[in-house]
């Protein structure tokens, strides 16, 4: 069992490494640089289709049959839209190989440190959420971060469009003095819009990318004008001021909160801190409580209260806007 383990772990090992490889390798997606390349001045054809080939063939074999293997599966669509809103490199088949590595070093982990069968199972299966848990904080911080510049951006989009921009020309100009999340996404919409795609579609797109109720506001407005017309710079005006308004709102209430944000945190984190640091300073006495039934029992009623406390604290500080 022990040889076996081991082996599992050097294969996990080898598994990250080669993740990483790969990942560094394709930082960037590759239709947003198919998009680049195309969109730039004075492109010649068979120079970037050659400098494709030589991207696509540094791929690996196994990511690649993956996702052959996944193409039109509605949850790994479902997944690749998540892994765009989070701004992940990774394509599905490279998240799935993530998820099983993140099991075997987690399985592999807790027998070594443990041993027995119910810790490591339960471990394997925190290996297999933890990548999806990532990949939610990331969308919330992302999309934060988009709906604090969006009043910001509409604000600059307005100035443009008074000036006599275009409504293309207004997106550009955002692309290129706001800073990442709002100013590349911006940019993709451009470049779609350049290489064919209509304007709907492009908007579409970077609603897809980003779930947001304040950008989708923005773009049904920018829809209704381009169909029955209208002062688009004033709409967007009176958006923009409102969409700055619930910035604020929501600041004053994160600040008001913050100490019930904090106390939740602190209750929440203190059984687990104080279990770590047992086992740290007495690790058999702890380990009695994993090897009994009595200690599981306590285990569960005790991740039950401690669950219901975060849920009740959560639900009291958080104020819908």
């Known amino acids: 069992m022990v040889t076996m383990v081991i082996a599992l772990g050097g294969l996990g090992l080898l598994l990250v490494a080669v993740g990483v490889v790969s990942s560094l390798r394709n930082r960037e997606a590759v239709v947003q640089e198919r998009l680049g390349r195309y969109a730039e001045a004075g492109y010649e054809l068979g120079k970037g289709e050659e400098q494709a080939v030589r991207k696509e063939d540094r791929r690996s074999p196994l ?41 075997i070093l987690a399985t592999g982990a807790s027998y070594f440190l443990f041993g027995g069968i119910i810790l490591p199972a339960v471990a394997a299966l925190g290996g297999y959420f933890a990548p999806r848990f990532y990949v939610r904080y990331r969308q919330g911080r992302r999309l934060k971060q988009f709906n604090d510049q969006l009043g910001d951006a509409i604000n600059l989009m307005v100035n443009g469009l008074r000036s006599g921009y275009s409504v293309l020309q207004a997106m550009e100009a955002i692309s290129k003095e706001m800073p990442p999340p709002i100013g590349p996404e911006f940019g993709r919409v451009v470049q779609e819009v350049q290489l064919g795609l209509s304007m709907e579609q492009a908007l579409a797109n970077l609603l897809r990318r980003i779930d947001s109720e304040d950008l989708d506001l923005m773009i049904t407005a920018i829809n209704i004008q381009r169909e029955v017309g209208g002062n688009l710079a004033e709409i967007l005006d009176v958006i923009s001021y409102t969409i700055r308004e619930r910035v604020r709102i929501k600041g004053e209430i994160s600040v008001m909160t913050a100490q019930g944000r904090i106390t939740g945190y602190v209750i929440g984190g203190l059984p687990i801190a104080i279990m770590l640091l047992l086992m740290v300073l007495n690790r058999e006495y702890i380990l009695r409580m994993f090897r009994h039934p009595c200690g599981w029992i306590m285990l569960s009623i005790i991740a039950i209260l401690l669950g219901i406390g975060t849920f009740v604290i959560r639900k009291i500080v958080s104020i819908e806007v």
């Open 63 to 103: 990511t690649e049959g993956l996702n052959r293997a996944l193409a039109g599966r509605t949850w790994a669509e479902k997944m690749a839209t998540q892994l765009a809103r989070a701004d992940l490199k990774f394509t599905v088949g490279e998240f799935l190989a993530l998820q099983v590595i993140t099991v």
